[in-house]
């Protein structure tokens, strides 16, 4: 059992930065493999990152290639989303994954706002 909360949404205007971050409770957090999607109003949830269970992997949508960086802290049972030169399309709420969007866990998700 994993339970997961995001932090450090907020309002920004465009070209500027966010770092999200998770924590996550449980004693196999560094066991899985981590993951942010978002959900904008009126889509689907889509994916954005994932990072291995060592972080030596990371996959990112081509859409924020270049512009955000996941990492995470296994001591700290924590996994980041650094956030940079954001767009008003990256207004979502970013939710925080662990194990897969199948059968995984989420936490309850932060807004990020970009302004234009």
């Known amino acids: 059992q994993v339970q997961l909360v995001e932090s450090g949404g907020g309002l920004v205007q465009a070209g500027g930065s966010l770092r999200l971050s998770c924590a996550a409770s449980?004693?196999?957090?560094?066991?899985?493999?981590m993951g942010w999607f978002r959900q904008a109003p009126g889509k689907e949830r889509e994916f954005v990152a994932r990072?291995?269970?060592?972080?030596?992997?990371?996959v990112y949508v081509d859409s924020v290639k270049g512009r955000f960086t996941i990492s995470r802290d296994n001591a700290k049972n924590a996994v980041y989303l650094q956030m940079n030169s954001l767009k008003p399309e990256d207004t979502a709420v970013y939710y925080c994954?662990?194990?897969?969007?199948?059968?995984?866990?989420w936490g309850q998700g932060t807004q990020v706002t970009v302004s234009s």
């Open positions: 990072i291995s269970w060592s972080g030596g992997i990371t």
């Open positions: 449980g004693r196999t957090f560094s066991s899985y493999t």
């Open positions: 994954n662990a194990g897969g969007a199948a059968s995984g866990y």
